[in-house]
């Protein structure tokens, strides 16, 4: 069974600083991938970043990076020089390659960038 | 491409209603997923179809959910009868296959469901 774990309900960060949001995950799938989504107040869905399961090095995308520990299977999200406009809902995300096609997510963290 | 579409975006409706909700994937994507969104809960994965063929239910919460992909290009998911607890956000996404590589989802706008 696949399952996402994202332990922390909120988080506050202050202008400029990096944070880090924390996922786990399990699955049976040999390969799978790994995925960050954004949620504004306005509720659409944004893609942020996606890393491989065979992928050695750990995937970034301009202030986001993916920070992928496989054997302990985890898979945070790095924001650096946060802005105000990250104050949203952050899902992580996993969608199995192998066997089953599932795409689920965690519960979310609320992080909010303090002025 | 317009993007996934959804409607309605908002549905006021009373206990005991049918309620219907649409989804129009992008073209050429052969995965379609419904999601539900609460606080609690998170995005719960409800349903997915691939190339229009139910693939996994087992998200569904009860009978009283279905959910149909007659088409590449349309897909419902009904509630009846509705109940309160059924108030969430009901998202669908599609996406295309291409293994080993970046498959984000795209997702629709939503629909915000109340159940009175």
């Known amino acids: 069974a696949q399952k996402i774990t994202q332990t922390q309900p909120g988080m506050f960060v202050q202008e400029k600083e990096a944070v880090t949001l924390d996922c786990t995950y399990d699955t049976s799938d040999q390969s799978y991938g790994l995925f960050w989504y954004k949620q504004p107040s306005s509720g659409e869905m944004i893609f942020l970043i996606y890393q491989g399961s065979y992928d050695e090095q750990n995937a970034t995308e301009g202030r986001y990076s993916l920070n992928f520990q496989k054997a302990r299977k985890s898979a945070n999200l790095v924001i650096s020089a946060s802005q105000l406009g990250d104050s949203a809902m952050y899902f992580c995300?996993?969608?199995?390659?192998?066997?089953?096609?599932?795409?689920?997510f965690g519960t979310g963290t609320r992080l909010k960038v303090l002025a | 491409d317009a993007g996934v579409i959804q409607s309605p975006r908002h549905e006021v409706t009373e206990m005991g209603q049918e309620v219907t909700l649409r989804c129009k994937p992008i073209s050429g994507h052969d995965y379609l997923f419904w999601y539900r969104q609460t606080m609690m809960r998170g995005l719960e994965l409800l349903i997915y179809f691939n190339n229009n063929v139910p693939i996994d239910d087992s998200g569904m919460p009860e009978d009283r959910f279905s959910a149909k992909m007659p088409n590449a290009s349309f897909s419902t998911l009904k509630i009846q009868p509705s109940e309160p607890r059924d108030s969430a956000v009901y998202f669908c996404?599609?996406?295309?296959?291409?293994?080993?590589?970046?498959?984000?989802?795209?997702f629709g706008s939503g629909t915000q469901l109340s159940v009175l």
């Open positions: 995300a996993m969608r199995g390659l192998s066997g089953t096609y599932k795409y689920i």
């Open positions: 996404a599609s996406s295309q296959h291409r293994a080993a590589t970046n498959e984000k989802l795209f």
